[in-house]
């Protein structure tokens, strides 16, 4: 009966660890993903910027797509300066969304990985 006994405790002792392993994993792949995510995001902005200020043409399929995406992802930033220079006003704008993608992918996956077991 005391093996018994100490089985259960070895299983669950190891349950525990199993438990803590997988939960330290799927923080770390989550802390992954959101960085990655964040990096697209962040590329998306950058190449509009780039197509914006080498004037790609805006009727062209590649153009328009990222243009509609990095509109998506300006986090309200899109009109935040002015300037006359539609080139500037592009580089201030979504430059500034691109680097707080940046900061917000950076800042959420070091607190999922400081939570990891």
């Known amino acids: 009966m005391t093996q018994d006994a100490e089985t259960g405790q070895q299983r669950k002792a ?4 199993d438990l803590r392993a997988l939960a330290s994993k799927s923080l770390t792949l989550a802390a992954s993903v959101i960085r990655i995510l964040t990096v697209i995001f962040a590329a998306i902005l950058v190449i509009h910027i ?3 200020v080498a004037a790609a043409n805006p009727q062209n399929g590649i153009t328009t797509f990222f243009a509609d995406a990095a509109n998506n992802l300006t986090l309200g930033i899109g009109d935040l300066f002015l300037p006359a220079s539609e080139a500037l006003k592009v580089i201030l704008n979504y430059g500034i969304a691109a680097v707080v993608w940046l900061a917000i992918g950076i800042v959420i996956a070091k607190i999922l990985n400081a939570l990891a077991p």
């Open 14 to 17: 190891s349950t525990q660890q």
């Open 50 to 52: 780039v197509l914006t």
